[in-house]
C-alpha cells in the first residue's frame, strides 16, 4: 500500500468487515441504524462489508465512535498467530485470555474533577485494545487537552476483587485506575489515583472519582476542561457523580 493512502490492504479490510458484522449480530441492529449512528451512507457501509469498496480511514473513525469498538491494530502490534490469539495475559494481569474480556474492548470517553477548576470536568478518551505481541490489554489516552501527560499502560482483570485495574508504570513511578464492571449500559465507576502538579516541582498524591462510557453514548463529545458553560457539563456532572452516590468508590476520612 502507498504511503498516505487512506485505504487499508485487503486484509485489513476483511479483518474490519468480519468485526463490524460481528457487531451488527451480537447488538442485534441493523445495518440501516449502524450507518445513521456512524453517520455514513448505508451504500457506503454495504460495499464495504461486501468487499466492493475498501474502508476509509475516515469511515473506520465514525465506526469506532459509533460502536464504541477499536477496528484497527494498535499501532505497532503484529497479527497474531494462532498461538498469540489462544495466549494469555501475565499471571500478575489476571491470566486472562482475549476471548474472556472481548467485552472490554472499545473506546470510552473518560470524565473525572479538573484538577485546575474545581466546577470544571476534564473529558478524554480511553481505548483498550488488545495486544497480540505482549498477550494482554492494553490502554492509552487519547482526545486530551494536556497532551503530554497521556497516559498507556496495562489492564488488569482480576477474577477474585470483580474489578478492573488500567495500570501505568513508567520507570517505577505508578498511576492506576480501579473501575467496577461495566453497567449494562457499559458505563464503569471507580476510583483514579496519581500525582497532581502543584507549585513549581512539587507533586502531591491525589484520588479522584472517575467514569468510562462508550464513546458512542454521546454524538458530540467535549473534550479537555469542560467549564460549567458548556452543552455536556451537567450531563458530564451526573454521570461522574454516580461513583460516589452510587457507592461504586468512597473516600475514608478520620472522624
Known sequence: MV???????DSQNSAVAARVREE?????????????DARISLSTLEKALSGHRPFTLATIIR???AMGVVLREPAGAQPA?????????PEELGAYSRASVSW????YLTLR??????NAIFAYCTEIAWDSESTRLSFRERERSDASFSQQGSVSVPHLSGHIYL????SGQYRMAILSRPSITGEMFGLLTTLRAGQGSHLTPVSTPLA??????????????????????AVYSSILSKAIAEKYAGFVALA
Open 212 to 233: 468510562l462510557l462508550p464513546i458512542s453514548t454521546f454524538e458530540k463529545p467535549s473534550y479537555g476542561r469542560v467549564s460549567t458553560s458548556d452543552q455536556n457539563h
Open 3 to 9: 504511503q498516505g493512502d487512506p485505504y487499508l490492504s
Open 24 to 36: 451488527i449480530a451480537r447488538r442485534r441492529i441493523s445495518r440501516q441504524r449502524l450507518a445513521n
Open 104 to 107: 472490554l474492548e472499545g473506546v
Open 63 to 65: 465506526l469506532e465512535q
Open 113 to 118: 474533577p479538573s484538577f485546575g477548576d474545581q
Open 81 to 89: 498467530s494462532g498461538n498469540e490469539k489462544s495466549g494469555h495475559a
Open 167 to 170: 495500570v501505568t508504570n513508567s
